[in-house]
């Protein structure tokens, strides 16, 4: 081998390799702020950071499976409020432009009071407000209006300005039917809303069950009535 193809060689071995695998240039940065590893002590905590470079108005934060739109402001900032079960946990940030997607993670350990039932619900339009009703066995509906109710269940977070999550948790459901529905509660002339409905049981355990709708809201004002599910004694779906 020539002395020139042994430098070509070493050349593409020290430059041109490394910059195929380093991660693509021009993608988004994004930095999380808030929570930053360690521990969390209440269930309901704010993800905020930035985001540096994107390309649209809105990032994606991904949570044990279940992805949403947040919001990215003119200076790059983002915050969300979210509902976290007991032990170890990942959080993903999503931004996309046009040379590709950027991911920021953050990981902590949830020290929080576990749960059996949580409903989510997200949509994908922004400044509207979809109104999460959960209706237990008893009859009574809990919403943004009665937001704990007698039996237990509790709306954790509404959300009033575009994405969700609104989020409905209860420690000991009853059995029995439960069912879900949807209010489209945005002022004025709103766009047509794809919305995601997630049920989770015992989130995070090896008796995890799960359950999705997805619909759709055309007008304000629309109730859309998700669906219905059982309950046995023990808390498992029938």
Do not use: C
């Given at each position: 081998?020539?002395?020139?193809?042994?430098?070509?060689?070493?050349?593409?071995?020290?430059?041109?390799?490394?910059?195929?695998?380093?991660?693509?240039?021009?993608?988004?940065?994004?930095?999380?702020?808030?929570?930053?590893?360690?521990?969390?002590?209440?269930?309901?905590?704010?993800?905020?950071?930035?985001?540096?470079?994107?390309?649209?108005?809105?990032?994606?934060?991904?949570?044990?499976?279940?992805?949403?739109?947040?919001?990215?402001?003119?200076?790059?900032?983002?915050?969300?409020?979210?509902?976290?079960?007991?032990?170890?946990?990942?959080?993903?940030?999503?931004?996309?432009?046009?040379?590709?997607?950027?991911?920021?993670?953050?990981?902590?350990?949830?020290?929080?009071?576990?749960?059996?039932?949580?409903?989510?619900?997200?949509?994908?339009?922004?400044?509207?407000?979809?109104?999460?009703?959960?209706?237990?066995?008893?009859?009574?509906?809990?919403?943004?209006?009665?937001?704990?109710?007698?039996?237990?269940?509790?709306?954790?977070?509404?959300?009033?300005?575009?994405?969700?999550p609104e989020t409905f948790t209860h420690a000991s459901p009853q059995a029995g039917t439960?069912?879900?529905?949807?209010?489209?509660?945005?002022?004025?002339?709103?766009?047509?809303?794809?919305?995601?409905?997630?049920?989770?049981?015992?989130?995070?355990?090896?008796?995890?069950?799960?359950?999705?709708?997805?619909?759709?809201?055309?007008?304000?004002?629309?109730?859309?009535?998700?669906?219905s599910f059982v309950l046995d004694g023990a808390g498992r779906l029938m």
């Amino acid at each position: 081998m020539t002395k020139q193809m042994l430098s070509l060689a070493l050349f593409l071995f020290m430059v041109v390799l490394p910059l195929s695998l380093s991660p693509q240039a021009g993608v988004p940065q994004v930095i999380i702020d808030t929570p930053y590893g360690g521990f969390v002590h209440t269930p309901v905590i704010t993800v905020s950071g930035r985001v540096l470079g994107a390309g649209e108005d809105f990032a994606t934060l991904v949570y044990n499976g279940i992805a949403q739109r947040v919001a990215i402001a003119q200076n790059g900032n983002f915050s969300t409020k979210l509902v976290v079960s007991y032990g170890d946990t990942l959080i993903e940030v999503r931004a996309r432009n046009r040379n590709g997607v950027g991911v920021g993670r953050t990981s902590f350990f949830a020290s929080v009071p576990k749960i059996s039932m949580k409903v989510v619900l997200v949509w994908d339009s922004n400044r509207t407000d979809m109104d999460l009703l959960v209706t237990g066995p008893d009859g009574e509906k809990v919403f943004y209006g009665n937001r704990t109710g007698k039996a237990g269940g509790q709306l954790d977070i509404d959300i009033t300005d575009g994405y969700g999550p609104e989020t409905f948790t209860h420690a000991s459901p009853q059995a029995g039917t439960w069912q879900i529905q949807v209010q489209n509660f945005s002022p004025g002339n709103v766009p047509i809303t794809t919305m995601r409905v997630d049920l989770i049981l015992f989130e995070g355990t090896d008796r995890e069950e799960r359950r999705t709708w997805n619909i759709t809201s055309y007008h304000a004002g629309d109730v859309v009535n998700v669906g219905s599910f059982v309950l046995d004694g023990a808390g498992r779906l029938m």
